[in-house]
């Protein structure tokens, strides 16, 4: 009993170690919800600091091109690296199902060796048994009424589903950058526009100045110049700050971190298109051949046709082809008795009719699920039919509404200009008040305003149109909406 009690002893102190340190090697729930959870740096996940990003591929002396700039997020952006991986995979599960049209060799070699007593005569007589077996095991599905066709089929469609999503990821990808990029072109035309503003309310309150020093003026006309100076050097600010965040946003779109500096050509070294030469009809048409997610779509009907196949052929037998040949080396030793030994090549030959008589409904009910989801998918597809013509008709819309107000932003900014120039020309002259000339002077910062997002919402909604029409995947299209 005193043995017992030691050893009781014994083992109950390495089992106090491990509860007094259960606390600092298990997670630990928060222990209050008023304040955040305080955690250690043991407890944070090792991998938390491996997604760190190098921008080396963007060089910051180059003024990039839109293309350019497509061209390198589809090198490195990870949505695309994603979904090529998936891709591959998936093309390789459709190997797997191919595979099972052929037949499966598997080679087995063992070595046995048994030691036993034998009863013989009259005593027990040791015996010792060494067997070395060589197998080949071949197996092969002679037909199965569609089973295995039904998955590879699947298998197939599904590889196809995964190269459409593969488009569908370089399509958003290309999509991203170029919303950022005009962005950007919108930010830094506002920044343009901004300054120009600035200049001119600093020429008028100039000349302000100038006429209270000759008595021309009265001080609140100079505080009222001072103050729409005051006011454009604040929409500067907010156009800069603007400008960063576009930044940063086509700097995320490209895959890199966005502190990356990327310059880009001006907007006005773009040439902005006037009209299309393709009908909305002719998009909606072209959408419809080209949209990877509606083909994404069309190859799960696919997938839901092949599996029903697959399970209308779980009715029917399957017949099975399988030969063993085995060669056999077999040793035998025993006591008072000279050794044998003896080599033959034994195996068999199998022919398995397997077909399943009664399953409680299982085979019917997993067909009916079968022939739903077929159901589903093409609704799903024509739902996304629907969908992607209402996205084109849109696009087109809104890009010709953009066309007329870029025609009109035009004639706005030259009604505006001219307006501005008459009015501080007559306020020199003491025709014109101060109030005319703040006032022409606000139209027309509202017209350079008007001016810059005019142009970028017309390259914007023609990149809306290419991203729903699927124009956007196309490089020679890609390179023509420039």
Same mark, same amino acid.
């Given at each position: ?8 002893? *014994? =083992?109950? !102190?390495?089992?106090?170690?491990? #509860? ?12 209050? @919800? ?10 944070? @996940? ?20 839109? #293309? ?10 990870? +949505? ?55 197998? /080949? ?43 950022? *990029? *005009? ?32 008595? %021309? $003026?009265?001080?609140? &006309?100079?505080?009222? $110049? ?13 156009? !800069?700050?603007?400008?960063? #965040? ?18 880009? +050509? ?9 009209? %299309? ?38 009715? *029917? ?27 033959? %090549?034994?195996?068999?030959?199998? /022919?398995?009719?397997?077909?399943? $008589? ?11 699920? =079968? ?28 890009? +010709? ?16 200009? $001219? ?44 990149? &809306? ?5 699927? &124009? ?11």
């Amino acid at each position: 009993m005193s043995i017992c009690r030691q050893l009781s002893r *014994y =083992m109950a !102190l390495p089992m106090l170690v491990l #509860v007094s340190e259960r606390p600092a090697l298990t997670q630990q729930a928060p222990v209050s @919800p008023e304040h955040p959870w305080r955690y250690s740096a043991q407890q944070q @996940p090792r991998d938390a600091g491996r997604f760190s990003k190098s921008p080396s591929f963007v060089d910051g002396e180059k003024t990039y091109s839109l #293309v350019e700039l497509i061209d390198l997020a589809e090198a490195h952006n990870p +949505e695309t690296r994603e979904a090529w991986e998936l891709a591959r995979g998936q093309v390789a599960a459709w190997g797997v199902a191919r595979s099972e049209l052929f037949p499966t060799l598997t080679a087995l070699a063992t070595s046995q060796t048994v030691r036993r007593e034998v009863f013989f005569g009259s005593q027990f007589t040791p015996q010792t048994i060494e067997a070395i077996n060589a197998t /080949l095991s071949l197996s092969y599905t002679v037909f199965d009424f569609g089973a295995r066709a039904g998955r590879i089929d699947a298998a197939k469609a599904q590889a196809l589903g995964r190269n459409f999503s593969f488009n569908d990821a370089h399509r958003r990808v290309i999509y991203s950058v170029e919303q950022a *990029y *005009y962005n950007v072109l919108n930010a830094e035309g506002q920044e343009e526009a901004a300054r120009a503003s600035l200049d001119n309310s600093e020429a008028v309150q100039k000349a302000a100045e100038d006429r209270l020093k000759q008595g %021309l $003026a009265t001080l609140p &006309d100079v505080l009222e $110049a001072r103050s729409a100076k005051a006011q454009e050097q604040f929409d500067l600010q907010t156009t !800069l700050g603007a400008q960063k #965040v576009a930044h940063g946003n086509l700097a995320t779109a490209m895959g890199v971190p966005p502190t990356t500096e990327i310059h880009v +050509e001006p907007i006005s070294a773009l040439q902005i298109p006037e009209s %299309l030469s393709q009908t909305v009809q002719q998009a909606i048409l072209r959408a419809f051949r080209q949209r990877p997610d509606l083909l994404t779509d069309l190859a799960d009907i696919q997938i839901a046709n092949a599996k029903a196949k697959q399970a209308r052929a779980q009715f *029917y037998p399957s017949l099975t082809f399988s030969a063993i040949p085995t060669l056999q080396s077999v040793f035998g030793f025993q006591q008072n008795y000279s050794a044998g030994h003896v080599t033959d %090549l034994a195996g068999q030959l199998n /022919l398995t009719l397997s077909w399943t $008589a009664f399953d409680g409904g299982a085979r019917k009910n997993n067909l009916e699920e =079968m022939k739903a989801y077929v159901r589903a998918a093409q609704a799903g597809a024509e739902a996304s039919h629907d969908r992607i013509a209402n996205e084109v008709w849109m696009a087109y819309a809104n890009f +010709e509404t953009a066309i007329g107000q870029r025609q009109a932003a035009t004639a706005f900014l030259e009604a505006a200009s $001219a307006s501005y120039t008459a009015a501080i020309r007559s306020y020199n002259y003491g025709v014109r008040t101060l109030l005319d000339v703040t006032n022409s002077q606000r139209v027309l910062a509202r017209a350079r305003l008007a001016d810059v997002i005019a142009r970028t919402q017309v390259l914007a909604t023609l990149s &809306d149109l290419a991203y729903a029409a699927g &124009d956007s995947i196309q490089p020679d299209a890609r390179r023509s909406h420039r």
